[in-house]
Nanobody
Framework: QVHVVESGGGLVQPGGSLRLSCAAS????????MSWYRQAPGNERELVAT????????NYTDSVKGRFTISRDNVKNTVNLQMNSLKPEDTAAYYC?????????????WGRGTQVTVSS
């Protein structure tokens, strides 16, 4: 059975840091592109960061470049998002996504999210 579980969210003051973790089970992430998305109330879900299957290629939305770092551990089957210099506009529910395309079939898994609130 496939599970994707996020953890590490919470309340932090502006300028602070949080480290989100995503633990996958029931499948091996090594062939998957792993991403973090976020969704604030009233907004559409937004792609925050993506890391390729090997981990050498990463992409970030402009608003988090230089502040967030995505990483993966294919042995532990986990993906992390280190978030530094947090701003109130980073407040959102953060979701982990695993995506893989194999022989025309799309494998796409989501976690239930973890809340990040940046406020003084």
């Amino acid at each position: 059975q496939v599970h994707v579980v996020e953890s590490g969210g919470g309340l932090v003051q502006p300028g602070g840091s949080l480290r989100l973790s995503c633990a996958a089970s029931g499948f091996t992430i090594s062939n998957y592109i792993m991403s973090w998305y976020r969704q604030a109330p009233g907004n559409e879900r937004e792609l925050v960061a993506t890391i390729g299957s090997i981990g050498s290629i990463t992409n970030y939305t402009d608003s988090v470049k230089g502040r967030f770092t995505i990483s993966r551990d294919n042995v532990k089957n986990t993906v992390n998002l280190q978030m530094n210099s947090l701003k109130p506009e980073d407040t959102a529910a953060y979701y982990c996504n695993a995506r893989h395309v194999w022989l025309g079939r799309i494998f796409n898994y989501w976690g239930r999210g973890t809340q990040v609130t940046v406020s003084s």
